[in-house]
């Protein structure tokens, strides 16, 4: 496995300070958040100064019960291409459910959530990487992520998953030590017995990010400082195998410059704590190229399974027999401060114009209206709401609001010449006096 070294996350927010770092060796950008024939200047200075930069992936759903989507398959390989990745990463999760399996109308989580560890998941995720595996023109690593729920009757511990997970498909491993802190506060999950049973040799490499507890619930945030805790966990990891890269995550709330490069020194030295002179066990046993469908009653129930779950997060219906209602609520609102959160980025007009309305009355939205399409259509369907439902009392806001929405609903992007503005002011009065 090549060697990476210490990264930190590309962010848009941070894109200046990462160029300017002298110990970074690579970066790690949101798949999602690099369009190809856009790329972002600053990742493509990066490249031509010989870091390397790989994709992350938040969108596959790789555990989910359908088949990959082709289409997100290949924007993933597109920007594994333009940015000459030596791989390409994504997570062990479900984004979405519902759909042609279930007959229901399909469900957006907005964030990841964690599969069933049971032998029907199972083999529906090793047929689905397998898939990923063939469509992508790179070597694949999938990553563990955080839990605040916990399924009901499962199969397999998290070392055991990942193990039969990578010994069947051959995919590597990215190893969240972040993840398997919160696994452990949320779960009781010992992450030393999860290292123990993992296979080494399949660790692509690893990442390592701060949260906060709240109530007893461990929330991995990426927007605070790493703890003690999970700087000791990867130690335990370092003392197991030399990982071949490791990198820093941070999402929101950043810190200055300085405090991010304090928080990589003091990862590099927890992984020297651990002894970086342990040498690599091999590499993980490929498995054969052909796919062996997972059977068609697993998915199905697999489906079932995973619809029932998010619609009880996302739409209010009755929380599936097995499950903690009170972390089930806990998710529930975690999902929809999400939503707020990111739906306030890729329209930051809406916050803006409803000022400190904004929050609260879209969280009274997400309670009543599950996320069907992507965050800029959660956007558009927001104020749609707002406006039909004529709830807001400011007539001035409420106009902004209107203006906003029209220009964005229609099937052409909104113009910034004020001539187009103009006319197209003009034709919605004409649309409205017929």
């Not at 957006?108 to 029907?120: C, F, I, Y």
Request: aromatic share 4%; charged share 25%; glycine share 8%.
């Amino acid at each position: 496995m090549r060697r990476l070294g210490t990264g930190i996350g590309w962010r848009p927010e941070i894109a200046d300070a990462v160029e300017g770092m002298t110990g970074i060796d690579w970066v790690e950008a949101v798949a999602e958040n690099v369009c190809p024939g856009h790329p972002p200047e600053s990742l493509l200075r990066l490249r031509e100064r010989g870091v390397t930069v790989v994709p992350h992936g938040v969108s596959l759903g790789l555990g989910g019960a359908e088949r990959p989507d082709a289409a997100r398959l290949a924007d993933l390989a597109a920007r594994a291409e333009l940015l000459g990745a030596p791989l390409v990463t994504e997570h062990i999760a479900f984004v979405r459910a519902g759909g042609p399996l279930t007959a229901s109308p399909r469900l957006e989580a907005g964030h990841l959530l964690p599969v069933p560890r049971t032998r029907d998941a199972l083999d529906v995720l090793c047929e689905n990487v397998r898939i990923a595996r063939q469509a992508l023109p790179v070597p694949l690593a999938v990553e563990n992520i955080a839990a605040l729920i916990s399924w009901p009757g499962e199969e397999l511990t998290e070392g055991q998953f990942l193990y039969e997970l990578a010994d069947r498909t051959g995919v590597r491993l990215l190893i969240d030590v972040a993840n398997l802190y919160t696994n452990l506060v949320n779960r009781g999950e010992d992450p030393a017995e999860a290292l123990a049973e993992l296979p080494l040799e399949a660790i692509a490499y690893v990442h390592v990010a701060g949260g906060f507890e709240r109530d007893g619930v461990w929330h991995d945030s990426h927007a605070h400082p790493v703890p003690e805790a999970v700087l000791d966990i990867l130690t335990d990891l370092a003392s197991r195998v030399s990982p071949p890269g490791v990198l820093l995550e941070r999402d929101e709330d950043f810190p200055a410059p300085g405090e991010l490069e304090r928080e990589l020194e003091a990862i590099k030295e927890a992984v020297r704590k651990g002894g970086a002179a342990v040498r690599e066990s091999g590499t993980v046993r490929e498995a054969p190229g052909t796919i062996s469908p997972a059977a068609d009653e697993a998915r199905e129930r697999l489906a079932l399974a995973q619809t029932a779950v998010l619609s009880s997060l996302v739409a209010g219906t009755p929380v599936p027999e097995g499950f903690d209602r009170t972390r089930m609520g806990v998710q529930a609102r975690a999902l929809a401060a999400k939503r707020a959160g990111v739906v306030a980025k890729v329209a930051p007009e809406l916050p803006r114009i409803l000022g400190d309305g904004y929050r609260p009355a879209f969280l009274a939205y997400a309670h009543t209206h599950p996320m069907s399409g992507g965050y800029r259509r959660d956007a558009l369907d927001f104020a749609g709401s707002l406006l039909s439902a004529d709830r807001i009392e400011n007539a001035g806001v409420r106009r902004e609001l209107r203006e906003w929405w029209l220009d964005r609903s229609g099937p052409a992007p909104r113009s910034p010449r004020p001539a187009a503005r103009a006319a197209r002011a003009a034709r919605r009065v004409l649309l409205r006096r017929t």
